[in-house]
Nanobody, 119 residues
C-alpha cells in the first residue's frame, strides 16, 4: 500500500522559516515526480513545487519562487520543502503528491500538514 506521510507543519511568524517533509512508502518513486500543493481556507488547491526524482530538476509556482526550495533524498524516498520568508498568505494545508510513472498525473496524495503564518 502506497503512503505519503507529511510532517513538519506548524505555526511560524511572518518572515520566518519552516521545513516540511514527505516520506513515501510502499513503492519506489525514483522515476516519478513528487511535489507539493496547498489549499488555503476557502480557496482551491494550488500547485506549489515539484521535483523530478530522477534528475532533481525542480519547478515552482511564481508565488513561491525565490523563497521556497524543494529537494529530494532518493535513498529515503523523501522530499522536502524549505520555506523561507514566509508570508501570511502562505497559510494553508500543504499536501504531498507523487506520480505513479513519468509523465502521468499525480496519482498519490498525502493527508496534508498545516502551515500557519502569523502576521
Amino acid at each position: 500500500q502506497v503512503q505519503l506521510v507529511e510532517s513538519g507543519g506548524g505555526l511560524v511568524q511572518a518572515g520566518g522559516s519552516l521545513r516540511i517533509s514527505c516520506a513515501a512508502s510502499g513503492r519506489t518513486f525514483s522515476r516519478s515526480t513528487m511535489g507539493w500543493f496547498r489549499q488555503a481556507p476557502g480557496k482551491e488547491r494550488e500547485f506549489v513545487a515539484a521535483v523530478s526524482m530522477s534528475s532533481g530538476m525542480p519547478r515552482y509556482a511564481d508565488s513561491v519562487k525565490g523563497r521556497f526550495t524543494i529537494s529530494r533524498d532518493n535513498s529515503k524516498n523523501t522530499i522536502y520543502l524549505q520555506m523561507n520568508s514566509l508570508k501570511p498568505e502562505d497559510t494553508a494545508v500543504y499536501y504531498c503528491t507523487a506520480t505513479s510513472r513519468p509523465g502521468s498525473a499525480y496519482d498519490y496524495w498525502g493527508q496534508g500538514t498545516r502551515v500557519t503564518v502569523s502576521s
